[in-house]
């Protein structure tokens, strides 16, 4: 059979492998199942054969055969259960790690964990034990109707109006639920956004407005998934109703059949219990089938957004960047709102070169830098880091050539010297050299535990101040060839600032290409070329010696530098 051109993702490969997983304990179940049929089979020969022949020895006999099957049941039930635990944590093994890093990559919230966890729990749960058990169905009832036709009916005529059930259930909830699962996801987003914002929400008294707002949305998901199981409960009543009728049944039918003398005992009873193995995994299903349609859910979200992107082609190893970056016609914007916020950028930088960029606020200037580091692509134009497309450099490769500051800076939970080395290997010499380039070795070694101590939970808090030069540390770290500082200094006091200006000075004179964001003529000062952004086009370009004297003329006025109209002859493109 020819293959299908189907991507073969992440995913889907670790589906396969769970399915195979299935399989082999679908296998276990083929032997469980055989040996669950034991107790009906015991109890036909006791009926038919002890009982009437008042043999005891073969009473003897039975028994223990009987116990050695119940022995090899409860040893393959084990087995079984191992393969499933096995198989679950293989699955996670193969996801897990990609998908949080899919996560953070694409800047998503937990949903794709929560659902890897509940497609999880599903696979390695006992309903699934269920479900495989269904094929046997067929088997099930075909023995009731060797046993005798008539309770073959009966047998049949339940298992109908089981599926029927089942299939009432599936149409009553599938909606509702998949509603519920919505809202409810929605209020856990909004709640993990809020608790990021949990000092002004403090401090202006939001807590009253905002627990409504989340109240709304989670009351709406339970009241949604509440009806859903109150229509599923119900379903589930009838059906474990009916199946009880059912019981009552066969063995009426049976007792009938025995009464005509045209069964015995024996056979009523073991119909019985064999009707009820081979219709139990429909009564399970309908009980279980919230479960199933949120582990549905899961892996079509997960199918659709997860694991999609190949894993990481490998790409040609490039040589070290130097640090020459240069745009050539870029318009781009947020990719998620597909919206162009800046364009038209032409420019060209040497390495060694340090570029001042500055312009009013929600012009584009962090959508620029986020367009030069390849965080964002471009929807026209391109970028090049020497000469070589931005998108197209591997990103492991380029990460520690580029050194970024950003606006909001996040901090994340582990030492000091973690977060500085980038969460790669500590090297502590280079550590230093960052922390000192930055102006934070001083103020590192004054915290408990030095460059030891943990940020995050449980760890120090630090001031906005200690975050934006241990995040300047981390972006000089290893001296990148591409270093960009988003308003690095809006924190910091004057001290920190001349470490700033020094910083930029060093990292010139050792070649590094930098760009930084600024307000303040202090800091643009230091620069050699400048650019002002307004209103997402380069409004300016040139040395900064030529700009600066017109920028702090207006700033002298009265202007703020960024509000600076200025546009020299010729400067556009250098
Ligand atoms: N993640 C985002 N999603 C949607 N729109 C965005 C996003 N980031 C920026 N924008 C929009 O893009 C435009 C440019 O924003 P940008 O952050 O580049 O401005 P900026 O010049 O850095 O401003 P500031 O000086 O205030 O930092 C703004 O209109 C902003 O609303
Ligand atoms: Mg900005």
Redo the contacts with the bound molecule.
């Keep these: 059979m020819p293959r299908t051109s189907a991507p073969s993702t992440p995913f889907v490969r670790a589906m396969a492998t769970a399915r195979g997983g299935l399989q082999r304990v679908a296998f276990f179940s083929f032997f469980i199942n055989l040996l669950m049929l034991t107790s009906s089979v015991y109890m036909l020969q006791v009926y038919d054969r002890v009982l009437a022949s008042r043999s005891e020895s073969t009473l003897i006999y039975l028994t223990l055969f009987a116990a050695a099957c119940l022995a090899t049941l409860g040893l393959l039930e084990g087995v079984r259960s191992r393969l499933l635990v096995r198989m679950g944590a293989r699955f996670d093994a193969q996801l897990s790690a990609q998908v949080f890093s899919e996560t953070l990559a694409r800047g998503r919230n937990g949903q794709a964990l929560r659902d890897l966890d509940s497609l999880r729990g599903f696979l390695t749960g006992t309903h699934i034990l269920s479900l495989l058990d269904a094929p046997w169905m067929p088997i099930y009832l075909g023995l009731v109707y060797v046993l005798h036709p008539l309770l073959g009916h009966v047998a049949l005529g339940g298992a109908v109006l089981l599926f029927a059930l089942g299939l009432w259930n599936e149409r009553r909830t599938r909606r509702t639920l998949a509603e519920a699962g919505g809202e409810l996801s929605a209020s856990h987003q909004f709640a993990e956004m809020s608790s990021r914002n949990a000092d002004a929400i403090r401090a202006m008294g939001m807590l009253p407005g905002l627990t409504a707002l989340w109240r709304r949305r989670h009351d709406l998901g339970l009241g949604l998934q509440g009806l859903a199981s109150d229509r599923a409960a119900s379903v589930a009543a009838v059906a474990k109703a009916t199946r009880f009728l059912l019981q009552v049944g066969i063995l009426g039918v049976g007792a009938w059949l025995v009464i005509q003398e045209q069964t015995t005992a024996g056979v009523m009873i073991a119909a019985s219990i064999v009707m009820g193995r081979g219709l139990a995994p429909v009564e399970a299903a309908i009980g279980g089938w919230r479960g199933f349609l949120a582990a549905r859910q899961a892996h079509q979200r997960l199918l659709e957004g997860y694991g999609q992107q190949p894993a990481d082609q490998a790409r040609m190893p490039l040589p070290a960047p130097t640090g020459a970056l240069s745009f050539e016609g870029v318009a781009g914007?947020?990719p998620?709102?597909r919206?162009i916020?800046?364009r038209e950028l032409s420019f060209a930088l040497e390495p060694g070169t340090c570029l001042g960029i500055t312009?009013?606020?929600?012009?584009?200037?962090?959508?620029?830098v986020r367009l030069a580091l390849g965080i964002w692509r471009p929807m026209a134009g391109v970028v090049r880091l020497d000469g070589v497309n931005i998108a197209d450099w591997d990103r492991q490769d380029v990460g520690p050539h580029i050194g970024y500051l950003p606006?909001d800076i996040e901090l994340f939970p582990g030492t000091v010297a973690d977060n500085i080395a980038r969460f790669g290997e500590v090297d502590p010499g280079q550590v230093v050299e960052a922390a000192k380039l930055a102006g934070a070795h001083a103020m590192v070694l004054e915290l408990p535990g030095g460059y030891d101590a943990e940020i995050g939970p449980g760890g120090v808090n630090l001031s906005g101040g200690q975050r934006q030069r241990i995040g300047l540390a981390r972006a000089f770290y290893g001296r990148p060839a591409l270093i960009v500082l988003?308003?690095p200094t809006s924190n910091l006091d004057a001290e920190g600032e001349a470490a700033v200006r020094q910083a930029m000075d060093a990292l010139r004179e050792a070649g590094r290409t930098l760009i930084v964001?600024a307000h303040r003529p202090a800091l643009l000062g230091g620069t050699d070329k400048l650019m002002v952004?307004q209103q997402?086009r380069i409004g300016a370009f040139g040395d900064t010696s030529e700009l600066m004297p017109q920028i702090t003329r207006r700033v002298v006025a009265g202007i703020a530098p960024s509000q600076v109209p200025v546009v020299p002859a010729g400067a556009r493109h250098v």
């Design positions: 914007g947020p998620e709102a919206k916020t800046v312009g009013p606020s929600a012009a584009g200037k962090s959508t620029l606006q988003d308003e964001i952004i997402g």
